[in-house]
């Protein structure tokens, strides 16, 4: 495994999804291998690293990486690892105890609604949280932060645009990023 990852990390938290499936390809193994000796299940520890390379992908604007990138993935996947062994020995348990799971079952044949409806119910639910946090930072944290996620525009131009240093571009993205992260964990 290439040890610089963190370059990667910044392609993909750029948007650039080649950067994604060059990183996929790369880091697969590794972190099959390293997830298997967690679950001791090969079809276990593969879902585990699709669900976080997915997760990656979907989050790429908010996660904020403290220290190296494959610090970031190996941690990830062993967070992955032992939540979906907890959810294995969960299901297995509730098996024939009535609950929630009966519940869940008549709302979805009730309702109709099948992944992709309430994967969109969780993910506007998470949109409109970081909305409001959003528009909750100070003015220029809050433009510096839309024109970067939501223009798409890179640190030199909106440093330019904004005739402000690129360090200070950073930071303002760092702390709007930090504030969002913080909310999300506090209520999902």
């Known amino acids: 495994m290439n040890p610089d990852l963190d370059q990667y990390w910044h392609r993909i938290a750029s948007d650039d999804e080649q950067a994604l499936e060059k990183l996929y390809k790369m ?52 967070n992955h690892a032992l939540n979906a062994l907890r959810q294995q020995k969960t299901k297995k348990q509730s098996v024939n105890r009535p609950g929630s799971d009966e519940l869940w079952q008549f709302i979805t044949n009730h309702y109709d609604l099948d992944d992709q409806v309430i994967d969109q119910l969780y993910a506007d639910e998470t949109g409109e949280l970081i909305e409001k946090v959003v ?54």
């Open 135 to 188: 528009d909750e930072l100070p003015e220029k944290c809050r433009r510096v932060f839309r024109m970067s996620r939501f223009e798409a525009l890179g640190n030199d131009e909106i440093a330019r645009q904004l005739e402000l240093s690129e360090n200070t571009i950073k930071t303002h993205i760092y702390k709007a990023l930090q504030k969002i992260s913080g909310v999300l964990k506090r209520n999902l």
């Open 27 to 78: 880091v697969f193994p590794a972190l099959v291998h390293y997830a298997g000796g967690i679950t001791g299940e090969s079809n276990m520890a593969e879902e585990v690293v699709q669900d976080v390379m997915l997760k990656l992908w979907q989050d790429r604007f908010y996660i904020v990486i403290q220290g190296s990138f494959k610090s970031y993935l190996f941690r990830t996947v062993h």
